[in-house]
């Protein structure tokens, strides 16, 4: 790929033009033994995944639609930042390609506007407390026409083009995520998750803001204090008390 600065991230690229989920073909991948760094882009996907089981919408040719495979030696529990990491990698690569001022919405999205612009899947392989490998999904709507999308999705979607004039460059844009990932995840080996999730504070739009936290067992709303080392955020109560909310199951709307 011409763009492309990286050791070993997308140097092996498998390039399709439709499949179910690029997660997927990834995890057979990896099961396959594929090497650490590689990439599956998919033009199209026909069974994009979201969190919480939920649904990616992925039409052909009209955004970047793809995964990447991590052998990293840290533990399992570090692996919830590589959604944060992998946030701040493209949050940087588009406000640098695309001169828009893209923003972190805890645990894994990228807004821009106040809508969502990117999506991102984190799946782990994990056993006996060691990782196998990680999939790192990511979803990024670059020109999916407004009336293309999904009408229960159309208020709370966007593309880059709804916000850039001319056409983006979807393979310049790919490189530059895949150059931030790499520099990122090397950082986050050699010294930990710590600079990572300072550039992750910077990025945020849910710190300092009223939230509403709507857990499998309760509701409740409060104020996003911080994330702490572990990636979890910080939410206080209206009743002062500080709750740690973990990515799992969770989902964090304005308040
Ligand atoms: P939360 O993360 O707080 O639960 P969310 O609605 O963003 O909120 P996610 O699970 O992160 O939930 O994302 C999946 C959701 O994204 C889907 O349920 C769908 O509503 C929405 N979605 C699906 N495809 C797209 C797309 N291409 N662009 C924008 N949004 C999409
Ligand atoms: C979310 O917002 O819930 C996460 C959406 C992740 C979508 C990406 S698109 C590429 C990769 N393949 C998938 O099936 N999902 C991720």
């Known amino acids: 790929m011409a763009h492309l600065h990286t050791r070993f991230v997308g140097r092996a690229i498998c390039y399709e033009e439709s499949v179910t989920s690029s997660n997927e073909v990834l995890k057979k991948l990896a099961d396959k033994n594929a090497a650490d760094g590689t990439v599956c882009v998919a033009e199209e996907q026909t069974g994009g995944k979201g969190r919480l089981a939920r649904g990616w919408f992925s039409p052909k040719g009209k955004g970047l639609w793809f995964s990447l495979l991590l052998k990293p030696s840290?533990?399992?529990?570090?692996?919830?930042?590589?959604?944060?990491?992998?946030?701040?990698?493209?949050?940087?690569?588009?406000?640098?390609?695309?001169?828009?001022?893209?923003?972190?919405?805890?645990?894994?999205?990228?807004?821009?506007?106040?809508?969502?612009?990117?999506?991102?899947?984190?799946?782990?392989?994990?056993?006996?407390?060691h990782i196998n490998y990680l999939v790192v999904g990511i979803g990024i709507n670059v020109c999916v026409p407004h009336d293309m999308v999904p009408e229960e999705l159309r208020p709370a979607a966007i593309s880059i083009a709804d916000a850039v004039e001319g056409?983006?460059?979807?393979?310049?844009?790919?490189?530059?995520?895949l150059d931030y990932l790499?520099?990122?995840?090397?950082?986050?080996?050699?010294?930990g998750f710590g600079p990572i999730l300072d550039q992750w504070r910077d990025y945020s739009i849910t710190l300092g803001k009223q939230v509403k936290v709507i857990a499998p067992d309760k509701t409740y709303v409060g104020t996003a204090l911080d994330i702490d080392e572990t990636g979890a955020l910080q939410v206080k109560k209206e009743d002062g008390t500080v709750e740690t909310v973990l990515a799992g199951d969770v989902s964090i709307r304005p308040a």
Request: hydrophobic share 50%; net charge neutral; proline share 4%.
């Open 74 to 129: 840290f533990l399992p529990q570090e692996a919830p930042k590589m959604t944060l990491l992998s946030a701040v990698a493209v949050v940087r690569a588009i406000r640098e390609v695309c001169q828009v001022e893209a923003q972190i919405k805890w645990p894994n999205d990228v807004l821009l506007n106040g809508k969502k612009l990117v999506g991102i899947l984190t799946e782990m392989s994990a056993e006996f407390g």
């Open 167 to 177: 056409k983006v460059d979807r393979v310049a844009l790919l490189a530059k995520v």
């Open 182 to 191: 790499e520099s990122y995840y090397d950082i986050a080996c050699r010294e």
